[in-house]
């Protein structure tokens, strides 16, 4: 069967899940399951290896590419507002966050979601590939409401450690504006409920282009 899950634009594919009730809990072994897509990566070469490879029959994909595996608890005894305890592990799975053109391939072995009237998300992940299309007017819209009217119940708290190792993509198209920078680097991401996101830590831009009035820079 297929998850969908809100704000992703792509499915999860099961292959197993196992699952048992007792109680109000709701526990949960997910141990096979894929995300798999391709982020829209800006890198000529990095686009033609990857069409090349498609076109041929002998290629095939890793055998765990877009593999995660969940596994936890969910406490049901309040139905509107579920208790999450999950352990989650992903190699290479592919998320398409299209509200803020946003899409990853990501892996991790130790990301913890717990919580209930506030989700915390916590452990490492590497960004293997990402896109992110920068919006400025909607970002421009979004700076106009306070966090407490963006963000509504169950809040984020986040505390991860992120690594992007290359092939991550910050990209903008505007009338007399435009940029594509390939960037890599490692950061720690926190976030406090109602509050904005923190990062600490280095981005270095690999290669990029910068378009300002039609002059290419």
């Known amino acids: 069967g297929y998850i969908f899950l809100y704000k992703l634009a792509n499915s999860i594919k099961v292959k197993k899940l196992n699952a048992e009730f007792e109680d109000g809990i709701l526990y949960i072994d997910l141990p096979e399951?894929?995300?798999r897509g391709q982020t829209q990566g800006k890198s000529f070469v990095f686009k033609f290896w990857r069409e090349v490879s498609r076109m041929f029959t002998f290629w095939r994909e890793r055998k765990d590419e877009g593999q995660?595996?969940?596994k936890g608890k969910i406490d049901l005894r309040e139905l509107a507002k579920p208790k999450l305890d999950l352990d989650v592990k992903m190699q290479r799975a592919y998320f398409n966050y299209f509200l803020e053109n946003v899409e990853v391939i990501a892996s991790t072995d130790n990301l913890k979601i717990s919580g209930r009237d506030t989700l915390l998300i916590e452990g490492d992940m590497v960004i293997d590939e990402g896109d992110?299309?920068?919006d400025l007017e909607q970002m421009e819209k979004n700076l106009m409401l306070s966090v407490a009217a963006r963000e509504k119940p169950p809040y984020l708290k986040l505390n991860l450690n992120v690594d992007i190792p290359g092939n991550?993509?910050?990209t903008q198209d505007a009338t007399f504006n435009s940029f594509t920078f390939q960037i890599m680097?490692?950061?720690?991401v926190l976030k406090e409920p109602q509050q904005l996101i923190e990062t600490t830590g280095t981005m270095d831009i690999l290669e990029g282009e910068l378009n300002l009035y039609s002059k290419q820079l």
Request: aromatic share 24%; hydrophobic share 50%; no cysteine.
């Open 168 to 170: 991550f993509y910050l």
């Open 68 to 70: 995660l595996s969940v």
């Open 185 to 188: 680097g490692g950061v720690r």
């Open 132 to 134: 992110y299309k920068l």
């Open 33 to 35: 399951a894929y995300a």
